[in-house]
């Protein structure tokens, strides 16, 4: 309809969530476009995670023992290809191409720039409701810190980090209306907040200043 006002996203953001996330070869795995290198990273992170945390497998055993079979395979495969006609082992494309590390170092430089200003704006108290909401929510992170390994806790991130953009990308309507009422309602709550407790503590008088 013209004249209607464009839908609010998810922190203000203005570009599509591919685009926020680079545009690269690191947002279509992350958006699950690259289905492939999505479910490889996924894998192989789950079996990492299970044989540090329920094998407990010391992490200098379980590189050397990776490696170890690494080598194997290569010797393995090398000595049977001649034979049986198989193409030689080769460094995947993916790990040659500088353009994918280059993409990855960039996102996370953006993302990096953007996490310090964004915490440098909280710290100003620029938006007291958010200020406090992060203030609860790294608490809430200390006390499940004294819960759960750095291994389960990066784990668990890195869950989210595959799966939260994807599932954001396919409902994107839904989740930015019901973040907007959730914003709303919390602006509303500390509005309450500021007029019942804070507006109430006295402030010492405002000296004028001298006109000469």
């Known amino acids: 309809m013209p004249g ?15 685009q926020v996330l680079g545009g690269g070869t690191v947002a279509d795995v992350l958006l699950w476009r690259n289905k492939i290198a999505a479910a490889s990273l996924l894998i192989a992170v789950a079996v990492i995670w299970f044989l540090t945390e329920v094998v407990e497998y010391k992490f200098v055993s379980l ?37 994918t590390f280059e993409e990855a170092a960039i996102t996370f430089h953006e993302r990096l720039k953007q996490f310090l200003s964004f915490i440098l704006d909280i710290g100003c108290g620029k938006n007291l409701p958010l200020f406090f909401l992060t203030l609860v929510s790294l608490w809430i992170l200390s006390v499940i810190g004294n819960y759960f390994s750095f291994c389960n806790i990066l784990f668990v991130g890195l869950l989210c980090l595959e799966s939260l953009p994807f599932l954001y990308e396919r409902y994107e309507e839904d989740v930015d209306s019901h973040a907007m009422m959730m914003h709303q309602q919390i602006k509303k709550m500390f509005s309450e907040f500021d007029f019942s407790f804070l507006n109430k503590i006295p402030r010492g008088p405002v000296k004028e200043k001298k006109t000469t």
């Open 63 to 99: 590189l050397s023992h990776i490696l170890i079979t690494a080598l194997l395979v290569v010797f393995i495969w090398s000595a049977l290809s001649e034979n049986f006609q198989w193409t030689p082992c080769k460094i995947p494309e993916v790990i040659l191409d500088e353009t």
């Open 4 to 18: 209607s006002t464009p839908p609010v996203k998810l922190f203000g953001r203005e570009r599509p969530i591919h």
